[in-house]
């Protein structure tokens, strides 16, 4: 796919734009009172992948929070600003690596002049963060309710404020929950700048119906190749968000050193218990990274002949697990030992 061209912002250690890799965000749930739980749970979403964590900035412990990741973790933090523009201000001041604010929670004009003055110091890139409930009243009657002309609409008129300040470390999201509504303005305001795109569908629900709503949204605009930077919103550990995410950027190609499972569905003639073995391979490839297809198929008739392009795999024969690689089968083992088996042979490829 062709990457839309955008411009390249720099978000801590991270470089967000259309020659750069795709990055994978997620937000902190814990309480910002306990900072010993917001380090853990950010350790997490590191060791899970996660590339850019942002915080809700709510009050002063907030502010303690960044300071205390900036102290331990080089991820890029940011923070995410509603209703209080003294919370960015301060929130620069306190190091943070980027700052997410939704414009029409954070005041008037001169509210958002001030957060900017203070981002152009300090080189801190701003996210304009948009979505159906922070569009101004005057804008929704002008576009007769919300819609995506709307979404960038409002978007593109704190671009100009940024823009008049001679700022343009910009980020722009046009998030909805309504995955239509998300793609189609996504496609509108990328025909019209440059700036890079944080992709999103917000409220998106739990870990299933989220998934799915964000795998349409998020996979559509991606593979228009729109899109630098994405956040799986999940009403879950954040930590799945982090695995949702890799596996949308995954199914299409854009995400390197993570491995890649096929399995064929279940039918009579499957020997093996292959949902059982297929759920375990899945959870331990999470951890595996490398740039791998691994393939668990249920009986010889979809075994190396179908996943003859998998680097590795494991199917059923006769109460017996087969590990082949191309068409080539390399062992024989019990059922009960074939998961183990098969990652002794991934830790060697």
Do not use: F, M, W
């Given at each position: 796919m062709q990457r839309r061209k955008t411009k390249t912002v720099k978000v801590g250690n991270i470089y967000i734009g259309s020659e750069h890799p795709v990055s994978i965000q997620s937000m902190l749930n814990s309480d910002n009172s306990d900072i010993g739980a917001v380090l853990c749970q950010t350790q997490k979403l590191v060791d899970a992948g996660c590339e850019i964590v942002r915080l809700a900035v709510i009050n002063d412990k907030s502010i303690e929070c960044i300071k205390e990741l900036k102290k331990n973790f080089s991820v890029p933090i940011v923070a995410d600003i509603q209703f209080n523009?003294?919370?960015?201000?301060?929130?620069?001041?306190?190091?943070?690596?980027?700052?997410?604010?939704?414009?029409?929670?954070?005041?008037?004009?001169?509210?958002?002049?001030?957060?900017?003055?203070?981002?152009?110091?300090?080189?801190?890139?701003?996210?304009?963060?948009?979505?159906?409930?922070?569009?101004?009243?005057?804008?929704?009657?002008?576009?007769n309710g919300v819609c995506a002309e709307a979404l960038v609409s409002e978007a593109m008129r704190h671009v100009k404020i940024l823009e008049d300040n001679n700022f343009d470390d910009i980020i722009i999201s046009l998030k909805a929950s309504d995955v239509p509504l998300m793609i189609e303005s996504y496609r509108k305001i990328a025909a019209i700048c440059n700036y890079p795109l944080h992709l999103g569908v917000t409220e998106a629900g739990t870990s299933y119906d989220g998934l799915v709503k964000s795998s349409v949204g998020i996979g559509a605009l991606l593979s228009d190749g729109i899109g630098d930077t994405?956040?799986?919103?999940?009403?879950?550990?954040?930590?799945?968000?982090?695995?949702?995410?890799?596996?949308?950027?995954?199914?299409?190609?854009?995400?390197?050193?993570?491995?890649?499972?096929?399995?064929?569905?279940?039918?009579?003639?499957?020997?093996?218990?292959?949902?059982?073995?297929?759920?375990?391979?899945?959870?331990?490839?999470?951890?595996?990274?490398?740039?791998?297809?691994?393939?668990v198929m249920g009986c010889v008739v979809n075994g190396p002949g179908e996943a003859k392009d998998a680097d590795i795999g494991i199917t059923g024969a006769g109460g017996e697990g087969v590990i082949f690689k191309g068409e080539k089968v390399i062992a024989r083992v019990p059922e009960n030992e074939i998961v183990n088996a098969l990652f002794k042979e991934i830790e060697e490829l």
């Open positions: 523009h003294i919370h960015a201000l301060k929130s620069i001041e306190a190091g943070v690596d980027k700052v997410r604010i939704n414009p029409g929670n954070i005041g008037d004009d001169k509210n958002v002049r001030s957060v900017v003055d203070a981002a152009k110091s300090a080189h801190v890139p701003i996210r304009i963060g948009v979505n159906t409930g922070s569009i101004l009243p005057q804008i929704r009657e002008k576009y994405i956040r799986v919103s999940l009403t879950a550990d954040p930590v799945e968000e982090i695995h949702a995410a890799k596996s949308i950027l995954s199914a299409l190609n854009l995400k390197k050193g993570s491995a890649k499972l096929v399995s064929c569905p279940t039918c009579a003639r499957c020997s093996i218990d292959l949902i059982k073995i297929a759920n375990e391979v899945s959870e331990r490839l999470k951890n595996v990274k490398k740039d791998i297809k691994v393939a």
